[in-house]
């Protein structure tokens, strides 16, 4: 199984939540653009796909279930139109109780296409975020931003440059080592703590940790470098596009003088292997520093 996919389990073993929505190895992306005509067809397609790919019959061994779920609403950008598949995997004792909060979600989802209401958006992202067991306070954070038109992604970036966060993440992912305790607040991809010092994302984090030894652990280590870089390729993509168009804005400047004296062609050649593949590529950095 797929080291980075696998280690993504681990918050289910460790008991800080009951269900993840990791980056995974099954091929589903051909059925995406059958969503918004057929999305009970694109469903069936996928979850065909999942159960016959080699990882789907380890993970029942694991006592571990795949719940496949077309969307039609990004859940990063409010009210846009962004049809996917989500792959949840979850405890196999919740899956009933997972598919009807999902349900639930998708009746929200037709509300928000007929009405345009952002309240009812922000309460999909937040029944998401208790889905997945993410602190409650992050998950507020995430939302209220988005409402008042303030990206969380945004003030997180400014907050690891101000504080020198991003420049241990950028060493980190040079020459990768044991992560300082405090990155353990990105204790997954594609999360967004509330602060760099939330105390309850932290504790999910050094708990998933202390769960571990041996290889797993380290794997787990390399794996919180990888989903903290996460923050510094979205940096990093926002300095790609101010290179053709210039910084504008106060935070636009701040990017540029990040990155001013980084070494570009290391970044871009991280940059497009994570952009074109990122559960391979979080493979094979995982792989080639776990020795």
């Keep these: 199984m797929n080291i980075a996919f696998r280690v ?60 496949v779920f077309p969307i039609l609403l990004s859940r990063v950008l409010k009210l846009t139109f962004a049809p996917d598949i989500q792959v949840f995997v979850c405890d196999s004792e919740w899956k009933e109780e997972l598919e009807k909060s999902l349900e639930r979600i998708r009746r929200d989802e037709e509300i928000v296409l007929r009405s345009g209401d952002e309240r009812r958006w922000a309460k999909i992202v937040r029944s998401e975020g208790r889905i997945l067991g993410y602190p409650k306070c992050c998950v507020e954070g995430f939302v209220g931003g988005k409402l008042r038109n303030d990206p969380p992604e945004t003030r997180l970036i400014r907050r690891c440059i101000e504080e020198g966060v991003l420049e241990r993440i950028y060493e980190l992912l040079k020459n990768p080592s044991e992560p300082d305790e405090d990155l353990f607040v990105f204790f997954t991809s594609n999360f967004y703590p509330c602060d760099l010092g939330c105390e309850r994302a932290l504790r999910i984090g ?45 935070f636009g400047r701040v990017v540029e003088d990040f990155f001013e004296n980084k070494d570009v062609e290391f970044l871009n050649a991280i940059f497009e292997s994570y952009s074109s593949d990122p559960l391979g590529f979080e493979e094979r950095f995982i792989s080639a520093h776990l020795d």
Excluded: Q, W
């Excluded at 571990?212 to 380290?218: A, D, P, V």
């Design 8 to 67: 993504e389990l681990e918050r289910i073993f460790a008991g800080v939540t009951r269900c993840v929505l990791p980056n995974h190895p099954f091929p589903i992306g051909d059925f995406i653009t059958l969503i918004p005509e057929a999305p009970e067809l694109a469903k069936s397609l996928a979850e065909r796909a999942v159960k016959g790919h080699p990882c789907y019959e380890e993970m029942e061994k694991l006592g571990l279930s795949v719940v």
């Design 206 to 250: 050094l708990t998933v940790r202390e769960s571990l030894n041996g290889r797993m652990k380290k794997a787990y280590d390399l794996k919180v470098v990888l989903n903290s870089a996460n923050l510094l390729m979205s940096a990093y993509g926002t300095y790609r596009f101010l290179r053709v168009r210039g910084a504008k804005t106060e």
